[in-house]
């Protein structure tokens, strides 16, 4: 059973950084999708970042520039790497799996929760000013 365990949620001043990980286990898919999202308070989910099992990775325009998604493929570990986090960053963020799959190039992120068959629980990131 494929589980997602996410962790690195906290309390970070805006302009600060955070590293949010997730822990993946129960497969044994070598190609594969994987994706963060968020969700702020009152606001729909939504995909931020996306990489496949090579490396390649997109992020949506809220977070270009400032979050770097990576992933450790011998750990099974899928990290984002937050920077000059601002208040709208507070959100709920999730770690999700597409598996197995091609990669990511076939999704669009307005539609990405869609293509996910695994979620984690999520982990609160909250930006004070």
């Known amino acids: 059973q494929v589980q997602l365990v996410e962790s690195g949620g906290g309390s970070v001043q805006t302009g600060g950084s955070q590293r949010l990980a997730c822990e993946a286990s129960?497969?044994?898919?070598?190609?594969?999708?994987m994706a963060w999202f968020r969700q702020a308070p009152g606001k729909e989910r939504e995909a931020i970042a996306l990489?496949?099992?090579?490396?390649?990775?997109r992020y949506a325009d809220s977070v270009k520039g400032r979050f770097t998604i990576s992933n450790d493929n011998v750990k099974n570990i899928l990290y984002l790497q937050m920077n000059s986090l601002k208040p709208e960053d507070t959100a709920m963020y999730y770690c999700?799996?597409?598996?197995?799959?091609?990669?990511?190039?076939?999704?669009?992120?307005?539609?990405?929760?869609?293509?996910?068959?695994?979620w984690g629980k999520g982990t609160r990131v909250t930006i004070s000013s």
């Open positions: 129960g497969y044994t898919y070598s190609r594969y999708c």
């Open positions: 999700a799996a597409d598996l197995p799959a091609r990669g990511c190039s076939d999704i669009e992120f307005k539609y990405a929760e869609v293509w996910m068959d695994y």
């Open positions: 990489i496949d099992h090579e490396g390649n990775a």
